[in-house]
């Protein structure tokens, strides 16, 4: 396809974990690609970074609607997901936008100083599968469904963001690779399921955010300590936005930052 | 090795989801195969199938002492599970067994009615992944610890009941997809971090059981409604008793029934 399509239509976007890292960055990108009158909705538990973000993108922006949805996805219920969606349409009707597109980019490493047999808290492992599995799922489900039109003709986008870690195991990080491995599966089936959405497992490389910082500072394995530098936010994002734009992957790849 | 020399020894053997099915059958070759004064803690919700399971084997092998545990995976914490392996222990010392093993078979379908944009309650994934994810990962680390003895060389095996769905998308199977994706990896994981436990996920093709009488009963699709007749109980534990005993695969592998 003409790469200059795929973005600048009126566009429902949802971004989770956007108050800081890849998903900030993303947003700022999103927001600036995206038609007039499309609706950015943020996700985030830190109410304050949001605000800030959703101010930024006003002001580069004005003909983009920035909603800001203050959730805790470790510790939320359908309802509250459900809400936050309905907030953002604010009266608005799903059939209004040419492209309804869904980041699930919120996520957490886990303890990377824990190995598997230090995994001793049921609450802890529920908790973090909660954040990682359930929350997603349920969203994604709660968004593919505001946009099911038997009328009007939209595209749909999803994306996972996934890891390297989804695909191959690392020591330190049993349970980010274990939801990692397990996002990547349920977009697989997904993506089987609805032929009309196209669904990407985007692995953004080693991205230089908070999460490295932690993951460098916890891990006790050489493996992941020499990892050396890592890349930007602006970097990894300018190649999803590309990716997007180009709209040649298969729907329910995983599809690396490295890949050619 | 010899593969004569893998079972006849004091075994701590456990196996849970135990009452029925793949488990039930596993647990009866495995009461065989080990050696005199083993322990056999069997787990899952069920009582009354365990008990009667329980003399079936005390029965046939008075030499293994049989243990039940009663407990229900999806909703119960570590102390739960501890209390469960002391039990089974009954004071007897982590040293004086010469294997250790841990079979992880427990598992649940989900709702095979339901797509990926049907799954609408937060709870209900959640509740998944604490059975699926969270108590094999929290009895696995339970486990493990009982036999770090320095001064015993014992031999320590892990099997993760898996499934072809673990590594391939299907329809219909989403949260199962994503559960047995995720085992999979945290095994891939463990075996990273523990070169000294022998690590198998084991997928056991499509088997008579009371699963597969409701993923049939409940799935849409042709590609899995087609599947046509599956192996029984016997046939594939008979495989897994084998390629244990070969014990030439590799650690953290899956390894599915039909492999050469």
Redesign the interface.
Known sequence: MDESCYWNKKTFAIVTGASRGIGRTLAEKISQQIGPDSVLLLISRDEKDLDSLQKAIETDRPSVRVHVGVTDLSN???SA?NGVVSSALAGESAESFAHALCVHNAGSLGDATK?????????S??Q???LN???V??L???F??RFTSPVVQQRKTVVNMSSLC?VE???????Y??????????F???????PDVRVLNYAPGPVETNMRVQLLHQSWTEEIKSGGLGLTTEMTCDRLMAILARDSYAS?AHVDYYDP
Chains 1, 2 share one sequence.
């Open positions: 939320c219920d359908e997901l190995r598997c047999t230090d995994l001793l808290s049921v609450n492992c529920v973090y599968f909660q599995l359930a929350s799922v349920v994604n489900a709660i593919l469904r989804g195991p690392f020591s330190s990080l049993s349970l690779c274990t939801g990692k491995a397990g996002r990547d599966m349920f697989k089936v997904l993506a089987k399921e609805e329910g």
